[in-house]
């Protein structure tokens, strides 16, 4: 069994834990610290000296003795992220779940060089629930619906249910128009993403990605010209398969900084962001087995106020 933690959450977030090896090579943790942590030697001291370094009874002194097979928690530094500057919404909240309507820009779990602004750490944060853990991701730049499950015995039920192909979702769309599209159309190509690449790519064989696409209206806008509003239903779940498929079609989504080029976009600029939104959420209840859906309550600006979103 896993044993507890003497130190609390941080910012929501749960401190890291470090086992120490089964070994009578060192005197103290400090010594075996600084063989380990990629820190100098003065920082692992301050560290200390601050009583960041913990076991399961708490705070460590520097010379503390190593013991061999232990646990040591601490938490990490953070690095500098850029506020975003949106509030984060629950769409529907019961004893097992919370839905999450997040905006543009937030991530849904701590990654990389997002910590503090995601999805996950702030919910925690703002409705103290240190036990929250997402059933499934949302990208950065798009907005919606993401189901968080509140309860940790109550994680795998709902994994499953995705797992499982048991949720329904749908997205909404904004691209230029094109009428030589048809209205309704299913899309299907094999998708693979490389670890370390940053976008996915269509490649010939056979088909792991399929999207539902229909047209739900489209206009002559004055500013952004024609453009059509879609929803998007994919039927399975790869990386970036929507933004892809719409693309492939020549109708990428408005403020993709991927598709169908690759665009270098400041973390800290949130204007045009992708007009894309996981707009609906639907699921068996596990235990009357009544589907629930849930409706995002956000707009895509390029289609509401077009002079903003080009602002």
């Not at 602004?117 to 103290?128: K, P, S, W």
């Not at 999207?211 to 500013?223: G, I, K, M, Q, S």
């Not at 991927?258 to 204007?271: M, N, T």
């Given at each position: 069994m896993r044993p507890p933690a003497s130190l609390p959450p941080r910012f929501g977030l749960d401190p890291a834990r470090m086992r120490l090896p089964v070994s009578d090579r060192w005197s103290t943790?400090?010594?075996?610290?600084?063989?380990?942590?990629?820190?100098?030697?003065?920082?692992?001291?301050?560290?200390?000296?601050?009583?960041?370094f913990h076991d399961a009874e708490g705070p460590l002194d520097a010379d503390a003795p190593y013991v061999s097979g232990g646990s040591v928690w601490f938490h990490r530094d953070l690095p500098d992220e850029a506020p975003v500057p949106f509030p984060i919404d629950v769409a529907h909240r019961d004893d097992d779940v919370l839905v999450a309507d997040k905006p543009h820009f937030?991530?849904?779990?701590?990654?990389?060089?997002?910590?503090?602004?995601?999805?996950?750490?702030?919910?925690?944060?703002?409705?103290?629930?240190?036990?929250?853990?997402?059933?499934?991701?949302?990208?950065?730049?798009?907005?919606?619906?993401?189901?968080f499950v509140v309860r940790r015995e109550a994680r795998g039920t709902y994994q499953n249910l995705f797992r499982d192909r048991r949720v329904a979702k749908t997205y909404t769309a904004v691209t230029r128009y094109?009428?030589?599209?048809?209205?309704?159309?299913?899309?299907?190509?094999?998708?693979?993403k490389e670890r370390g690449v940053i976008t996915a790519r269509e490649v010939p064989g056979e088909p792991n990605a399929e999207?539902?696409?229909?047209?739900?209206?489209?206009?002559?806008?004055?500013?952004l010209g024609p453009i059509a509003r879609y929803r998007l239903t994919p039927r399975t779940g790869r990386t970036h398969q929507l933004r892809l498929h719409l693309a492939s079609l020549g109708v990428?989504?408005?403020?993709?900084?991927?598709?169908?080029?690759?665009?270098?976009?400041?973390?800290?600029?949130?204007?045009?962001p992708l007009q894309l939104l996981a707009a609906t959420l639907s699921w068996p209840d596990p235990r009357t087995g009544e589907r629930r859906t849930v409706h995002s309550r956000r707009t895509l600006s390029a289609w509401d106020d077009p002079a903003g979103w080009l602002a």
């Open positions: 943790i400090r010594e075996h610290l600084v063989t380990r942590v990629p820190l100098p030697a003065a920082q692992i001291d301050a560290m200390f000296a601050a009583g960041r937030l991530a849904t779990i701590p990654r990389g060089r997002h910590v503090r602004e995601t999805a996950l750490v702030r919910l925690r944060d703002e409705h103290g629930l240190p036990d929250l853990s997402p059933a499934h991701r949302l990208d950065r730049v798009t907005a919606g619906l993401v189901l094109d009428p030589a599209l048809p209205a309704t159309t299913t899309v299907r190509s094999r998708i693979t999207t539902l696409v229909e047209l739900l209206e489209h206009r002559d806008d004055a500013h990428p989504i408005l403020g993709d900084p991927f598709y169908p080029e690759l665009r270098d976009v400041p973390l800290d600029d949130f204007r045009t």
